[in-house]
Each structure stands twice: as structure tokens, then as C-alpha cells.
């Protein structure tokens, strides 16, 4: 089994920046995808920003929400098995509750999430 360790978020202000960071232990071999999603009060669950493959000659890929992109790094450190997502000019529409998701194949493991709050 995977498991996930997140750490970061908190309330911040409109155009602040925040980095959030995920560690993950345990049986991570096959690691295929590791990154963050969001959930904000009635809407669905979205994905923010993943990293995927990566290894010692390989090039990771990343993706992102268009609604980050641009304003958002995510990185992964492949030798701690962590992940960073750096967000920058954050805005009150970034409110949510963040996860953490650990991909090995088909096989999701998720973070226990941390509030994100923006205040305008």
C-alpha cells in the first residue's frame, strides 16, 4: 500500500502564493502519476496539476487545470518520492479542498486533503 502525507495550504490572500507538498511511502514502485486535485463546496472533484512518468533518462510530463496554468509549477523529487504544486496569484475561485493522488497503473491512492482558503 501507498501512503500519502500532505503538508501546506492554510488561508492566504487574493494574489498571494502557496506551496503545497505531498510525500508518499510505502510500496511505490510503479509509479505511474502523482500530482494534486481539488474539491470546492458543490462542485466536483478536478484535477489541478499531475506529473507523470519520469525516471532516471526520462523526461516527466506535466499537465494542468487551464484555470492554473500559467500560474502554477508543479515538481516532483523522484528520489523522495514527494511532490510540490507551487501556486502563485491565487484568487478566491483556487478555495477548495486539495488532494493529493498517488497513481500506480490503474490503482489511485488519495491524501486526506488540506483546505486551501483565498480571501479577497
Known amino acids: ?5 500532505e503538508s501546506g495550504g492554510g488561508l492566504v490572500q487574493s ?5 503545497l507538498s ?3 511511502s510505502g510500496n511505490t514502485t510503479g509509479f505511474t502519476g502523482m500530482g494534486w486535485h481539488r474539491q470546492a463546496p458543490g462542485k466536483q472533484r478536478e484535477q489541478v496539476a499531475m506529473v507523470f512518468g519520469g525516471g532516471i533518462i526520462t523526461t516527466p510530463v506535466t499537465s494542468y487545470a487551464p484555470s492554473v496554468r500559467g500560474r502554477s509549477t508543479i515538481s516532483r523529487d523522484s528520489a523522495k518520492n514527494t511532490v510540490t504544486l ?3 496569484d491565487l484568487r478566491p475561485e483556487d478555495t477548495a479542498v486539495y488532494y493529493c493522488l498517488f497513481r500506480k497503473g490503474a490503482q489511485n491512492t488519495w491524501g ?4 486551501v482558503t483565498v480571501s479577497s
Open 1 to 5: 500500500q501507498v501512503q500519502l502525507v
Open 15 to 19: 494574489g498571494g502564493s502557496l506551496s
Open 22 to 24: 505531498c510525500a508518499a
Open 112 to 115: 486526506q486533503g488540506t483546505q
Open 86 to 88: 507551487q501556486m502563485n
